[in-house]
């Protein structure tokens, strides 16, 4: 360790791209370092006899080479970067005199007295990396590291000035509802933004943490006239997408799964306005795991059937095949469905589902008002009257759910919902 009197060093941003860096030593340090520089596009060669399987997944790949055999000096030919990590100290003490030699930076695991370089705490966010020195203490430093990069994710630290702010449209899905529960990529667009346009189920908590000057606007109340609601919403869009501002459109789940975001990127295209898409995590997957129901588990369940209840089975517009999902052995999840769940329970044991097969109903997944029931097919629609069950709310159905529910009603299970709670 170096004198406390030592120097800072000199921090740099090393572009690796297209250049060698060798790594000595194939273990679990070597593991840890080669996916950064990887990502830094480095031709990196690891020598070693033996490596992890998971540096050797990397060479398998192509996207390292292993040579498995011991160093020798003439492997630091050509070479911009060492990493050692090998437990041989002779071997390290030889690559870093090697590296001295050539005038090669070199880290050393082992002894960050001898190394000439130092591995920051590394992270990302967006265009930016934020890297951490604190030679003395690496979780002190690794620790500062993700303080700033979760005050950035939270917006804690916005930098607006220096944004490069591109004109255009965004489709975030914002997950359940927990703010948590949104991408780091969905919330870097929401900082990022000039206006947000929300849906109802679109989490709102993240709405309040927008800075002031940025128009929020209320999808469920723009005035509808003659135009559809849909239409109005994406003639506002694009309309300020094509006054130059970073529009987010932004809604509950993934916008692709029952959001009609195609639609938003299909008015887009139309009007030649540049669109992305982050994905969220949506409800159907996402709340009854919150609810602990996994939508599949081996030797229970291999398929997952995701269904919109908008529309009653037998309505001429339905494009469900209600008789082959009531054919299906797996997991059934339900969306929008609460107001027609007598007409669904009907269509699905006239299918042959049977009337006992397990249900839960799980209202304001992720909110501090979740709840859950469970019940069967057959009394599905009284319980969900009985519990006054209002939307949102997601419907499962199959094996899956007994599975839970008996883990669930185990004492000491040891299962908390995202705020601490056990299951109600
Ligand atoms: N795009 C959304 C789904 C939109 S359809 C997604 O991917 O999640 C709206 C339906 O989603 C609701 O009627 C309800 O069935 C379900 N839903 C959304 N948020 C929910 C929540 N927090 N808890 C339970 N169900 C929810």
């Given at each position: 360790m170096p004198p406390v009197s030592d120097p800072a060093p000199y921090p740099a941003g090393l572009r690796l791209a297209g250049r060698r860096v060798v790594v000595v030593g194939g273990g679990k340090v070597a593991q840890r370092r080669v996916p950064a520089l990887v990502a830094a596009g480095a031709c990196v060669e690891v020598v070693s006899p033996e490596t992890t399987p998971a540096v050797e997944g990397h060479a398998l790949s192509g996207e390292i080479t292993w040579t498995p055999r011991r160093y020798e000096s003439s492997d630091l030919d050509g070479a911009w970067y060492v990493v050692v990590t090998t437990n041989v100290p002779e071997v390290n003490r030889q690559v870093s005199r090697d590296a001295d030699e050539r005038r090669v930076f070199c880290v050393r695991s082992d002894d960050a007295e001898a190394a000439t370089a130092w591995t920051p705490a590394v992270g990302t966010h967006g265009p930016l990396t934020v890297a951490v020195l604190g030679s003395r203490d690496p979780r002190r430093s690794a620790s500062v590291r993700d303080e700033i990069l979760s005050r950035l994710r939270s917006g804690e630290i916005v930098a607006r000035k220096d944004q490069t702010r591109t004109p255009g449209i965004t489709l975030v899905g914002g997950g359940p509802g927990d703010p948590d529960l949104i991408t780091v990529a969905g919330r870097r667009a929401l900082q990022e933004a000039d206006v947000v346009i929300a849906d109802r189920l679109a989490p709102s908590a993240l709405l309040a943490?927008?800075?002031?000057?940025v128009e929020v606007i209320d999808a469920t109340k723009l005035p509808r006239g003659r135009a559809a609601s849909q239409e109005s919403i994406n003639a506002l869009m694009i309309d300020r997408a094509r006054h130059g501002k970073s529009v987010v459109r932004f809604k509950g789940g993934d916008s692709f799964v029952f959001g009609r975001g195609f639609e938003e990127a299909q008015a887009c295209a139309a009007a030649g306005v540049p669109w992305c898409v982050v994905p969220g995590i949506t409800s159907a997957f996402s709340v009854p795991a919150l609810a602990g129901i996994p939508v599949t588990h081996r030797g229970v369940a291999h398929d997952v059937t995701v269904i919109s209840g908008h529309l009653p089975p037998?309505?001429?517009?339905?494009?469900?095949?209600w008789d082959a999902v009531a054919r299906l052995r797996g997991t059934v999840v339900m969306l929008m469905a609460v107001t027609i769940l007598p007409e669904i329970s009907v269509a699905l044991r006239a299918g042959g589902r049977s009337p006992q097969t397990p249900c839960a109903v799980v209202q304001?997944?992720?909110?501090?008002t979740q709840r859950t029931v469970f019940t069967t097919l057959e009394k599905l629609a009284g319980d969900v009257e009985r519990h006054q069950i209002r939307p949102p709310a997601t419907i499962v159905m199959g094996e899956v759910v007994a599975v839970a529910s008996e883990l669930s009603s185990l004492?000491?299970?040891?299962w908390r919902d995202l705020t601490g709670r056990a299951p109600a």
């Open positions: 943490e927008l800075a002031p000057d037998g309505h001429p517009e339905s494009l469900v095949d304001d997944g992720s909110m501090a004492e000491g299970a040891g």
